[in-house]
C-alpha cells in the first residue's frame, strides 16, 4: 500500500512540474528588447536588397568587401547587438533609465550603476514622429584575471553599423583591436 501511495504522489508531482514547465510564460520587459529589435533590423535589411560596403581592421590590418544584403550572415555580423539583453535579471537589477528627451526627438540612455555588468551604456534615439528607434549606441566592459575588453557599438538604421574593440591581456602586456564598418546603398 504505501508503495502504490508513493507511486502515485511521484505521479502527481512529475504531472504537475510538466504541466507547469509547458505553461506559455509571457514576461513583459522592462526595458527596451535590444535584441528584438535586431531580429527585426536583420528582416528589413534582407527586404532591401541593397549592397553593404564593409571595411574590418584587426590589428591594423585592413580589409574591404562588398556583398549583398541578403548574402549576409546578419546574426553573426551583429551577434554583438544581438547579445545585449538588459532585460536579463542582472541587468534589470543594474540599469538606471535616463529620459533624455526633447521637443525635437526622443531619447533613452541605459546606464549601469555596477562595474561588474558587461553593458554599461545603452543609448537609444528614435526617428521622426518616434516611429522607429533610427540610432542604437552600445558600450561594453569585461574585466576578469587575465584580460581585460571594452567594446562599442553603434547601429544608424538603414544606413551604417560599426562595432569596435579593444582586448588587453594583463600579465602578458598585449592588446588585439578590431573594428567593422557598414554602410548600406539604398
Known sequence: MRKTTCIFMGT???????????????????????????????????MLHSTVKKTSIYNGKKT?????????????????????????????????QHDLSDSIQKRILYTSNSSKTTIQRVELVWGFLNKNVDIVSISTRKNNLISSSEMMGIYIRGKRYFISGTQRTKYIGSSTSFSVEGFFDQ
Open 64 to 96: 574591404e568587401e562588398q556583398k549583398k544584403t541578403i548574402d549576409v550572415n546578419w546574426k553573426k555580423e551583429w551577434q554583438f547587438f544581438l547579445q545585449a539583453d538588459i532585460n536579463k535579471p542582472v541587468y534589470i537589477a543594474n540599469m538606471q
Open 12 to 46: 502527481i508531482i512529475w504531472m504537475a512540474g510538466f504541466f507547469i514547465s509547458c505553461e506559455t510564460k509571457t514576461t513583459e520587459k522592462k526595458f527596451f528588447d535590444i535584441p528584438g529589435y535586431f531580429k527585426e533590423e536583420i528582416e528589413y535589411i534582407t
